[in-house]
T-cell receptor, first 115, second 114 residues
């Protein structure tokens, strides 16, 4: 069965510093991986996805994520954090070989960017 | 741009009552999903549809829960004989018919069972 782990409940970073939000996954085959963001009182928004190809994928708002198959990780990164990046971030996985269209989400990591 | 719409946004009910939530997906999306999210947790998969066919249901979806998508357009999620443990945010999402397609979420329907 597919699963996602986000080991950090909260990540604190100063504005202008790089940020990393960690994600590891478990699937039986080649995964499709996603990051979503949830701002207060808003619905989840898609940030970026990895399907195949280049291990570094770029997404919205300057975010990027690196797929590492050997470590089964898909960490979210941004070179320079903004206060407005403060939100709840969810990693998600889909196993096209066994899970069809079902997407499984991690528990989320709250990012707090301090001015 | 018309996104995913959910109604009602908030519902407060007494234990034992029935509630129904409605989701209107993005019009060209033929896949529709229901998730449940409780405080401090990620969305938990409940069920999804391809057009009007319900293709998968989570074991979380007890027999008190039923979802429909008549004519492959809007969807309803009904909870019968609500319990306090049903209190949560119910999220609807839709996607294009591509296995790699991302989900587009509505803002959710918050249920509070007293």
């Amino acid at each position: 069965a597919q699963s996602v782990a986000q080991p950090e409940d909260q990540v604190n970073v100063a504005e202008g510093n790089p940020l990393t939000v960690k994600c590891t996954y478990s699937v039986s085959g080649n995964p499709y991986l996603f990051w979503y963001v949830q701002y207060p009182n808003r619905g989840l928004q898609f940030l970026l996805k990895y399907i195949t190809g280049d291990n570094l994928v770029k997404g919205s708002y300057g975010f990027e994520a690196e797929f590492n198959k050997s470590q089964t990780s898909f960490h979210l990164k941004k070179p320079s954090a903004l206060v407005s990046d403060s939100a709840l971030y969810f990693c998600a996985v889909r196993d096209p070989n066994t899970g069809g269209f079902k997407t499984i989400f991690g528990a989320g990591t709250r990012l707090f960017v301090k001015a | 741009d018309t996104g995913v719409s959910q109604n009602p946004r908030h519902k407060i009910t007494k234990r034992g009552q029935n509630v129904t939530f409605r989701c209107d997906p993005i019009s060209e999306h033929n896949r529709l999903y229901w998730y449940r999210q409780t405080l401090g947790q990620g969305p938990e998969f409940l069920t999804y549809f391809q057009n009007e066919a319900q293709l998968e249901k989570s074991r979380l979806l007890s027999d008190r829960f039923s979802a429909e998508r008549p004519k492959g357009s809007f969807s309803t999620l009904e909870i019968q004989r609500t319990e306090q443990g049903d209190s949560a945010m119910y999220l609807c999402a839709s996607s294009q018919d591509r296995v790699a397609g991302e989900l587009f979420f509505g803002e959710g329907s918050r249920l509070t069972v007293l």
